[in-house]
């Protein structure tokens, strides 16, 4: 299973990036997410979605941040960032959870936040 996140780069504080993640190697998914972790930090789950429209955010990030599935490609996830902050400075990783076979976790892309 491999899963390949890109979109990541630097912004300005209140412009917006979208993050992408392919997922290959796997037949279906039961979950699809992002997580971050900042310098000094713990990871933390940013955003879920089951399916293709049970969704679930991190409190710092709702109303701002969108988890969504690509409609022609199952396995291509998004996570839409607007109006970023300073604090959403972080890498992001994309993971997916199958029954069959557990969590896999992307690379991480860098996000980077000017003020």
């Known amino acids: 299973v491999q899963l390949q996140a890109s979109g990541g780069g630097s912004v300005q504080a209140g412009g917006s990036l979208r993050l992408s993640c392919v997922t290959s190697?796997?037949?279906?998914?039961?979950?699809m997410g992002w997580a971050r972790q900042a310098p000094g930090k713990q990871r933390e789950l940013v955003a879920s979605?089951?399916?293709?429209?049970?969704?679930?955010y991190a409190d710092s990030v709702k109303g701002r941040f969108t988890i969504s599935r690509d409609n022609s490609n199952w396995n291509t996830v998004y996570l839409q960032m607007n109006s970023l902050k300073s604090e959403d400075t972080a890498v992001y990783f994309c993971?997916?959870?199958?029954?069959?076979?557990?969590?896999?976790w992307g690379q991480g892309t860098q996000v980077t936040v000017s003020s």
């Open positions: 190697g796997v037949s279906s998914l039961d979950l």
């Open positions: 979605l089951a399916g293709r429209t049970t969704t679930g």
């Open positions: 993971f997916v959870r199958t029954t069959a076979s557990g969590q896999y």
